[in-house]
């Protein structure tokens, strides 16, 4: 991480004589790219892209310049490596329009920004139409019907599939083929940004921006409307939806300077709702029940429960009547609860007692409830940061080591395994009405790995159950800081 830290400096360095201050990695999401603030010693800040993925760069970079070209509110890009690897451009902040929604409802200033959002992505949309080389796309150049076909095999293979719901395979794939097909006839296809929820519109003084578009292709412009408008997180009223949708249209006809059949537009604009939705399950089932990332997992109930509305209350002008019985099985309450954990309230008794400590040092920490113990897990196993000279005197808790031992060592996995185990004890303790869980982390000194491990799995519990945690680390008396 420190070589790629050092090439970014050399990078920000040939765009601008400013000197850096810092530079700070940013949280990945989703994605296998590494974001990175820069700072520099004025005060502004950057942002640096680090990828391997050169393809997937060069087209965020030919479209953004292709953008920028008809004004499209994206960042610009100051600098790029010569294997283009790195980028950096402009920082539009942290704030988005997701943020704006969780923070404020859906209140008039909120829905200012949906309707600015709306307005620039037909634009976008319409006018980049123009001048797009769609041989730039990172693979298909068209969501065609082979495109919508690799989406609803998504949903299949990795969110259907887990349900273990008995269902005709061959009934299926028909119903999939005639969808797929159905959707690639629409009349009105041109930029399509494949990715335009409100979490890749960022807001700063009132305007929007939007990022993370290098998935773009040619398209429906239904798809990216639906996208916005059905984000589970987002949870837009049924109103709201309705509203935004004939503000879109009115954009698309500005735009064009022409009507819409708006009978039909609509119609299409249901079929794509389905299909994102779709989409959506299966990267949260990608995300959370594969690599078993909390967030994920935490989004599965919301997003059913908008495919059962959508089920209830809207019709896609086609008949797919093995695909559509096996969603109303998708959508049953029984499985809606399954994804929906046990939740700590005010009044739960449980408390979980999170441990690091030093094998060498202490050995295993005394249990002071009644219960006589609980989990021990040994860290040894992992890769130790403690061995290189620049992490000597630093701690689980600091960055640096942090990234160490997420992109450098088997850390991910050994804890995905350990919340497996633990959710399964946690859920049950909290239904049986339990007082006391106490989970250890052991390593060599106590300092490192299983300080990162007990601070992963304190998060880990407070975002999934709500749970009460007492989280300590043992050594933290012996750290030289």
């Known amino acids: 991480m420190q070589k790629n830290i050092d090439a970014i400096k050399e990078l920000f360095s040939q765009y601008s004589n400013t000197p850096v201050s810092r530079v700070e990695k940013i949280p990945q999401s989703g994605s296998d790219r590494y974001y990175f603030r820069i700072y520099s010693d004025t005060d502004k800040a950057y942002i640096a892209t680090y990828s391997n993925n050169i393809k997937e760069n060069k087209t965020f970079i030919y479209f953004t310049n292709q953008f920028i070209q008809v004004g499209a509110p994206v960042p610009e890009i100051f600098a790029v490596n010569s294997d283009n690897t790195i980028y950096i451009q402009e920082d539009f902040g942290d704030f988005s329009l997701l943020n704006a929604v969780e923070a404020n409802g859906q209140n008039e200033m909120v829905l200012i920004l949906f309707k600015k959002s709306l307005k620039a992505l037909a634009s976008l949309q319409i006018k980049s139409d123009k001048i797009i080389d769609y041989s730039q796309c990172i693979t298909s150049k068209e969501f065609g019907q082979q495109a919508i076909m690799s989406d609803l095999l998504y949903f299949k293979y990795y969110f259907l599939d887990t349900l ?6 061959e009934l299926l794939l028909n119903d999939f083929e005639a969808l797929s097909l159905y ?3 629409v009349e009105n ?6 990715d335009f929820q409100s979490r890749n519109i960022m807001v700063t003084n009132n305007d929007i921006h939007f990022i993370d578009y290098q998935g773009g292709m040619k398209g429906a412009l239904q798809y990216d409307v639906a996208s916005l408008l059905w984000q589970a997180k987002a949870n837009l009223s049924d109103e709201w939806k309705d509203m935004l949708l004939e503000y879109y249209m009115d954009c698309v006809e500005d735009e064009l300077a022409k009507k819409l059949d708006r009978n039909l537009f609509v119609g299409q604009y249901n079929g794509y709702v389905l299909i994102r939705l779709l989409q959506v399950l299966g990267a949260y089932g990608f995300r959370g029940l594969f690599e078993r990332k909390a967030h994920f997992l935490t989004s599965i109930p919301l997003a059913l429960k908008n495919l059962k509305w959508f089920l209830n209350n809207k019709k896609i002008g086609l008949a797919l009547p093995s695909f559509e019985l096996l969603l109303k099985q998708v959508v049953s309450e029984e499985i809606i609860q399954s994804f929906e954990n046990t939740k700590a309230t005010e009044n739960t008794p449980l408390v979980i007692k999170i441990n690091s400590f030093s094998y060498l040092k202490n050995g295993y920490p005394k249990d002071e409830s009644k219960n006589g113990g609980g989990y021990v897990f040994d860290c040894r196993g992992i890769l130790n940061p403690g061995r290189i000279e ?4 630093q701690t689980g808790q600091d960055k640096p ?4 031992l997420e992109q ?6 050994f804890l995905n395994s350990i919340y497996d185990i633990i959710d399964i004890t946690v859920e049950d303790y909290l239904k049986r009405g339990f007082e006391n869980l106490e989970i250890n982390f052991g390593c060599t000194g106590g300092q490192h790995r ?7 799995l304190n998060r880990h519990l407070k975002n999934k159950f709500g749970v009460t945690t007492i989280l300590q680390h043992i050594n933290s008396q012996n750290w030289v800081k």
């Open 401 to 404: 080591v942090k990234d160490f």
């Open 164 to 169: 273990k719901i008995p269902y005709d395979k």
């Open 390 to 393: 620049e992490y000597k005197i």
């Open 450 to 456: 299983s300080v990162y491990a007990a601070e992963a």
């Open 408 to 413: 450098q060592t088997k850390m991910p996995a």
């Open 183 to 185: 959707l690639s006839k």
């Open 189 to 194: 296809k041109y930029f399509l940004y494949r």
